[in-house]
T-cell receptor
């Protein structure tokens, strides 16, 4: 299975600190995506990084991808209480012309005020 | 712009009953999909479609049927509900780009309980 495995499963930090979440996977991918899920809501797309890219930024988010190690990390800088949510990585593979995304189990992030 | 709309938000079924979970999107996305989310299991793909008239199975398709008669709608049918189908169901859509690299847009989910 190419399923992403996330580490840690839960992370609790103080507001203002940086949060780092990691994702590992098993097979070759076309892209890797990160999503956020607030309690009781649908997932919201954060960043997509292609297999030929090594790093992408979006505001306070930084994503890295190391295809040789089959791993990715999501860094949230200067965390805020509103960042409290679950974060999921998803590996994207194109099979017969269609993209299939396989999600990891997620990291539950808690930002303490 | 409503995005992806799922109905109902909550549903309780008895074992053996049937029902249809509705999903509609107004972004003209070719690709639509259904996932289920269970504690400790992440999201698992049930069925997906790359356009009207085209559907295919995902990771956990048993017990579910889908059809895609229009670009906008992608209903998920449970023919004979079982307690193992108690879950939160998410519909998601995206542009269908050859080569992939499309972010998914999710609905807010349907919480289904089968007793």
């Amino acid at each position: 299975s190419q399923q992403g495995e996330e580490d840690p499963q839960a992370l609790s930090i103080q507001e203002g600190e940086n949060a780092t979440m990691n994702c590992s996977y098993k097979t070759s991918i076309n892209n890797l995506q990160w999503y956020r899920q607030n309690s009781g809501r649908g997932l919201v797309h954060l960043i997509l990084i292609r297999s030929n890219e090594r790093e992408k930024h979006s505001g306070r988010l930084r994503v890295t991808l190391d295809t040789s190690k089959k791993s990715s990390s999501l860094l949230i800088t200067a965390s805020r209480a509103a960042d409290t949510a679950s974060y999921f990585c998803a590996t994207g593979v194109v099979i017969q012309g269609a993209q299939k995304l396989v999600f990891g189990q997620g990291t539950r992030l808690t930002i303490n005020p | 712009n409503a995005g992806v709309t799922q109905t109902p938000k909550f549903q309780v079924l008895k074992t053996g009953q049937s029902m249809t979970l509705q999903c509609a999107q107004d972004m003209n996305h070719e690709y639509m999909s259904w996932y289920r989310q269970d504690p400790g299991m992440g999201l698992r793909l049930i069925h997906y479609s790359v356009g009207a008239g085209i559907t295919d199975q995902g990771e956990v398709p048993n017990g579910y049927n889908v059809s895609r008669s229009t670009t906008e709608d992608f209903p998920l049918r449970l023919l004979s509900a079982a307690p193992s189908q108690t879950s939160v169901y998410f519909c998601a859509s995206s542009y269908h780009i050859r080569g992939g690299n499309s972010p998914l847009h999710f609905g807010n989910g349907t919480r289904l309980t089968v007793t």
